[in-house]
């Protein structure tokens, strides 16, 4: 089936780092993909789309500036985390629907992401 | 796009069946209906997908009745490693849909 591949699964940095995670399609084209945040004992809330060769569309209340994605190839989206602070961190994990009919939407492993 | 609205927890023991329901009472004619689950620091995993009726596979059934406007999913003999937190959601399945998250499920298996 489908595999979507995030990199790294952990970070920990210090406050004003830059932090780039890296999501890939491994079998499959996506010319779409999501990233999503997940704080301790909440759901996933869904942060932007990512489009290829396209700007990102931002969920309401999500900074575009702080959160930069780049959707530069059919299997590779970026998200980077600029200037990050304590707040940022959280869990964030992306997704893609695999191509053909009635494919599911299937989620990487997420990245564990710690700003000191 | 349509809501879900699930039981914040359920409680169960090994080896009993497992149903939980969701209900989509605005779920459109192409929307479908997935089921995840998820582990603690993991990303949402794939369990089962259906239209309408019954689908079933290797891990679970998904009942759904002919309105649409619930579906449960069915977790045949649970185990300790099931405990896990499910989430039910409607969408089409063209790739430029965004699926929007519940609460979900919080499933605890006893021994």
């Known amino acids: ?116 | 796009l349509a809501k879900t609205t699930q039981p914040i927890s359920m409680d169960s023991y090994e080896g009993q069946e497992v149903n939980i329901t969701c209900s989509h009472n605005n779920i459109a004619t192409n929307d479908y209906i997935t089921w995840y689950q998820q582990f603690p620091s993991q990303g949402p995993r794939f369990i089962i997908q259906g239209y309408k009726t019954k689908v079933t596979n290797e891990v679970a059934s998904l009942f759904i009745p002919a309105d649409r406007k619930s579906s449960t999913l069915s977790l045949p003999r649970v185990s300790l490693s099931d405990t896990a937190v499910y989430y039910c959601l409607v969408g089409r399945m063209d790739s430029s849909y965004k699926l929007i998250f519940g609460s979900g499920t919080r499933l605890l298996v006893r021994p």
């Open chain 1, 1 to 116: 089936g489908a595999v979507v591949s995030q990199h790294p699964s952990r970070v920990i940095c210090k406050s004003g780092t830059s932090v780039k995670i890296e999501c890939r399609s491994l079998d499959f084209q996506a010319t779409t993909m999501f990233w999503y945040r997940q704080f301790p004992k909440q759901s996933l809330m869904l942060m932007a789309t990512s489009n290829e060769g396209s700007k990102a569309t931002y969920e309401q209340g999500v900074e575009k500036d702080k959160f930069l994605i780049n959707h530069a190839s059919l299997t590779l989206s970026t998200l980077t985390v600029t200037s990050a602070h304590p707040e940022d961190s959280s869990f964030y994990i992306c997704s893609a629907r695999g191509t053909g009919p009635d494919q599911p939407q299937h989620f990487g492993d997420g990245t564990r992401l710690s700003i000191l």
